[in-house]
Nanobody, 124 residues
Framework: QLRLVESGGGSVQAGGSLRLSCLAS????????MAWFRRAPGNEREGVAC????????YSAESVKGRFTISQDGAKNTLYLQMIDLKPDDTAIYYC?????????????????WGQGTQVTVSS
């Protein structure tokens, strides 16, 4: 029903920037809520940021506020995560997720669709 493909990951030094992309295919009704999650080595999957794709409202985790920005290009069916001032603790696999809902609670089980993930590595 819905396919999500992440791209844009890579290796950068601390203080650098990256922009992740998530290309979505399938009905927009299945992805009214989209989000970025990440899983660091040895850690549980945690929510990073999410967006209501219909109204544009965004929500961010406290750990990334002021550094990460979620946005979308509706015409291109693409979700973005702009990351600046990256830190070694940001090293993780970043996942794009979607759900036919409207309210973000950063609960992984609430999301029906997931991409395969893209690796972000930040060195000191």
């Amino acid at each position: 029903q819905l396919r999500l493909v992440e791209s844009g990951g890579g290796s950068v030094q601390a203080g650098g920037s990256l922009r992740l992309s998530c290309l979505a295919s399938g009905p927009i009704i299945s992805r009214t809520l989209m989000a970025w999650f990440r899983r660091a080595p040895g850690n549980e999957r945690e929510g990073v940021a999410c967006i209501n794709t219909l109204g544009g409202r965004t929500y961010s985790a406290e750990s990334v506020k002021g550094r990460f920005t979620i946005s979308q290009d509706g015409a291109k069916n693409t979700l973005y995560l702009q990351m600046i001032d990256l830190k070694p603790d940001d090293t993780a696999i970043y996942y794009c997720a979607a759900d036919p809902s409207v309210r973000c609670a950063f609960v992984p089980n609430d999301f029906n669709y997931w991409g395969q993930g893209t690796q972000v590595t930040v060195s000191s």
